[in-house]
């Protein structure tokens, strides 16, 4: 127990004044109606006047008997019920903002995190994992910490009920107290069976999430091939195995405080009949007692069942601890400070790398020099290296040995997020986000310029279209760009990347996807654009490199010809002429 009361303590010291406010509120509520309650005695009972010592000194402060002290009583217990009402509001107003204040930092910590670990070890990730470290393990620390710190606040206020209750009785007090005892041992043994189930919710969310998003991002699939029936078997099997552990975690919650209320009325009918067998001296005590109690047995109630619902919670901080941990070991390496421009030339010098727990390198001995302005097209047979060769020029890997160099500079020493500002990157599936066409062309740049975006998208080969929309450039594209056709989502993307007017224009596999009228099109777009920075293309179809100035052979990671098209296309037993061979090029 100690441990994740310890971590939710961790939790609330994030936001301490927000975190002390709600106990402490909960605490004072619960004083401020006790009192008020033990003020109605005389009220209840007029021969307390004969008897001023019954209520101890919680009466001490009401004036002398007689009509002025009942209207005294009376006002009292209007005023600090006010209070403590007011005391409650304030408490649950603190902890429903500490409860949202910590979703957001465990949600924006996390983002951080994991955008800024180093790639390799982030494509290790399992997307259920993100999404749900993203989405639900924030949700269910702020909860767990609004529980934990909610029942932390209901055991103040027992203490004060208990407190006022012993000042009126001391021996229906301790009677109280083991009826509370009895109760806090229930959930000592029904928590340890509860556990099991609610450490176990927390890994198949995971599994839910990355099946679902397997299974409706795959779903043409799934439907055009007759698979919809195996589909809704595999993912109806997680959402009941998820159903299944749910219900047993709160079954023994909501067991426990079914049996706790039972007690109760039990409690409630023992005392009343100890009090009635002994005659009606002391009975307005007696029955405030009683109201003192009905106070008190929610607040114990609600100690319990939040304590258990805390500790459900926990297993979703432990997770989210973890993977933040990890992504922090793994964080990507800390950047330099010189500003790369490429003014000059791109360079890899003697380039090799490795991914991590892989034994043969995936790029050794690269040795390529890219002037300023040219257009390059790195070609050759899958699994050559093209990707990763891309990746090395955005920096999201560093090589093993060697260097890139943008003018002379390795990227190791630059200011890695100003050069990624410097280049506009157009992928095989480039993400398109469900809004306007203008808000995707400018998606992430701090102005948002129509002319610029009309010049961009004229450049792109893209302004006929967009201008024949329904509503132009203000036209929503649906999600993933649904509503729109491959070739249309790509020339946007290559828009948008033009829109930053980059230095460098990366281009990975942007056709591989398309038809051929739509490879046409994005073809025209990229002549187009030819001179006016400095362009990268990886490409697995050739009829889409023609035009560059310069086509680089990658194959089994190491550059085996490099020269213009006319020349490489030329060479019988070359490389890149196999390759045109393979895919039926004149």
Known sequence: MIKWWLDYLRLAAWFPALATAGVAFSGAAALLEGVGLAALIPALDASLAARPQVGGFLLNWLPAAGPGRVAAALSAFVVLAILASMSRFLAELALLRLRTSIEYRARETMSRALMNMAWPDFLALRLGDISKAQVMEGLQMGSGTHLFLQALGALLAAVAYALIAFAMSPEMTLYTLAFGAIGVGLYAIVGRWARRHADALSGIVSSIGERVSDIFFGLKFIRATGLVAEATRQASMLYDTWRRSYF?????????????????????????????????????????????????????????????????????????????????????????????????????DEVSFRYPGVEAPTLEGIDLSIPAGQAVAIVGPSGSGKSTLVDLVTGLLMPTSGAVTVDGIPLAASDLAGWRRSIGLVMQDTPIIHATVLENIVWGEATVDLDRAKEAAAMANALEFIERLPQGFETVVGERGGRLSGGQRQRIALARALYRRPALLLLDE??????????????????RIKGRCTMLLVAHRLKSVQFADRIVVLEAGQVVEDGDWETLSRRPDGTLARLIRAQRLD
Do not use: N
């Open 248 to 348: 047993m975690s709160q079954l023994y919650a909501l067991g426990t405080r079914h049996v706790f209320e039972m007690m109760g009325l039990l409690f409630i009918a023992s005392f009343l009949g100890i009090v009635l067998t002994r005659g009606t001296d002391g009975a307005a005590t007696a029955l405030v007692f009683l109201a003192v109690f009905y106070r008190l047995a929610p607040r114990l109630l609600t100690v319990q069942d939040s304590l258990f619902q805390a500790r459900t919670c926990h297993s979703w901080f432990v997770t989210w601890e973890a993977r933040r941990e990890l992504a922090e070991t793994k964080r990507d390496a800390v950047a330099g400070t010189h500003l790369a421009a490429l003014r000059a030339q791109l360079t890899f």
């Open 510 to 527: 942007p056709t591989s996807a398309l038809d051929s009228e739509s490879e046409a099109a994005v073809q025209i777009a990229l002549e």
